[in-house]
């Protein structure tokens, strides 16, 4: 027999308890784009959360370019795609073609067997203290309704939130420790090398990976092509190991 009382206490006393176990953790990556993804899957060693504001996590990869749900990647990321069990189709010497619905299926699974995340909870500030210790977060169905966020801490915290690079521009405004420029135009080539070069702390404890770094530091923008993605959570995830090891 079917109970719902019980199909409800299911549903609460498990996500409560994987809740409590979120609200002190090593790391909190915020967005579950590509960047986020791939950096909280190298992170998973340690006690990770993966906060994504609406109910599906994939960020820009579903869409492809222009809705054609293929995306592109460099010779230089596939053993990320092998990590990932993703499949990848050779274009030309240099690029490779993905399809999106794998791509971004294939990141969520892994990551949602080895990582907390909540989804449908939308971070909108920082706990700054000695430089910033944890996140400000609330349910993004909340809407215009009044009500207090709750905190989560963490040693650091990253920003995967893409183009609007919403957690450094927070604690920007409010820290004025530094600027965000804001990205720049199209020009694929520089972007991709840019983007992984500044990927890396951009505040003390916090860490900026993806299209988020092109608007922290006005770089150019790459359009549907995501090795930078990859490869920038990645390197960030490397930095965060080695930093939380130490
Ligand atoms: C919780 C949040 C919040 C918040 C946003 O946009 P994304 O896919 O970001 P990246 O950097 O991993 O990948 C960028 C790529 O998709 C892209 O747009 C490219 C390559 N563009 C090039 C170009 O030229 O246009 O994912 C960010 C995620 C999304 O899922 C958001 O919903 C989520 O972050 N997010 N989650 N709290 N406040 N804000």
Same mark, same amino acid.
């Given at each position: 027999m079917v109970d719902e009382i019980r199909i409800t206490r299911a549903i609460i006393e498990s996500y409560f308890e994987r809740l409590k176990d979120c609200l002190d953790v090593d790391v909190v990556v915020v967005g579950g784009g590509p960047s986020g993804l791939t950096c909280a899957y190298y992170l998973s060693d340690f006690d990770v959360c993966l906060i994504e504001k609406? #109910?599906?996590?994939g960020g820009g990869i579903w869409g492809g370019g222009m809705f054609f749900n293929k995306i592109v990647v460099q010779k230089d990321v596939l053993s990320i795609l092998d990590d990932f069990d993703v499949s990848y189709e050779r274009y030309d010497e240099e690029h490779y073609v993905v399809d999106a619905i794998e791509l971004a299926s294939s990141l969520i699974k892994a990551v949602s067997r080895e990582v907390e995340i909540l989804n449908g909870v939308c971070v909108e500030d920082v706990v700054v203290k000695d430089g910033v210790e944890g996140v400000v977060v609330n349910w993004?169905?909340?809407?215009? #309704?009044?009500v207090d966020p709750l905190v989560i801490s963490s040693r650091v915290v990253v920003?995967?939130?893409?183009?609007?690079a919403v957690v450094c521009r927070v604690t920007a405004k409010k820290t004025?420790?530094?600027?965000?420029e804001g990205e720049g135009y199209m020009h694929a080539d520089l972007a991709e090398r840019l983007v992984v070069e500044r990927s890396?702390?951009?505040?003390?404890?916090l860490f900026v990976t993806g299209m988020a770094v092109a608007s922290v530091y006005g770089l150019p923008r790459m359009g549907p092509i995501f090795g930078g993605m990859l490869l920038s959570g990645k390197k960030v995830a490397e930095i965060i190991s080695g930093r939380l090891r130490s």
């Open positions: 609406n #109910l599906s996590l993004s169905a909340s809407g215009d #309704l009044h920003d995967a939130t893409g183009h609007d004025k420790a530094f600027k965000v890396g702390e951009v505040y003390k404890n």
